[in-house]
């Protein structure tokens, strides 16, 4: 007897599927991600400390799936402590992806250095190394060097499709 078990099963209760949380970065690549699969759910300006009470209130309502994305850390520095807070809310039972940031700000490698450390600390928490791929590739952004061409958008949602 053969049993097809899916890529990211369901736990308890826990839905199936890829949510992301992010910034503008991520808002203006949403449609590339929805074509992916992908539940958006990204805000300008929006900070790393925001994702905590999100993401409570979504697993709370049981709208939480399996895998979770989050690309923050763009408009500033990111607190370990809030990462954290982020994993324990998600739950276990979760697979956790954080995404590095690429801004050129003072911040950028402090705050991917504790994007690194909180999946170090976490079974749970992988890195997808956005700023790893995307920092020679200077056409896929605007020049601002960090929003995206529609050329980008395209990378940055194949990269997260393949890495979750």
Request: proline share 5%; glycine share 10%; with cysteine.
């Amino acid at each position: 007897m053969s049993v097809l078990l899916s890529a990211t099963p369901a736990v308890a209760g826990i839905p199936a599927g890829r949510y992301a949380i992010g910034d503008s970065v991520m808002l203006g690549a949403r449609d590339d991600l929805i074509a992916r699969g992908f539940r958006v759910n990204a805000q300008v300006s929006r900070q790393f400390r925001d994702v905590v009470p999100l993401v409570r209130e979504l697993a709370a309502g049981g709208h939480l799936p399996a895998d979770l994305i989050v690309h923050l850390g763009t408009n500033g520095a990111i607190d370990g402590a809030d990462c954290d807070a982020l994993v324990r809310v998600a739950g276990p039972d979760r697979r956790i992806f954080l995404v590095t940031v690429k801004v050129p700000r003072a911040y950028r490698d402090p705050n991917n250095a504790r994007l690194r450390a909180c999946a170090h600390r976490h079974d749970n928490v992988s890195i997808i190394d956005w700023y790893g791929l995307s920092r020679y590739h200077v056409g896929w952004f605007y020049s601002d060097g960090y929003h995206l061409r529609p050329v980008g958008r395209n990378a940055y949602a194949a990269l997260l499709d393949r890495s979750v």
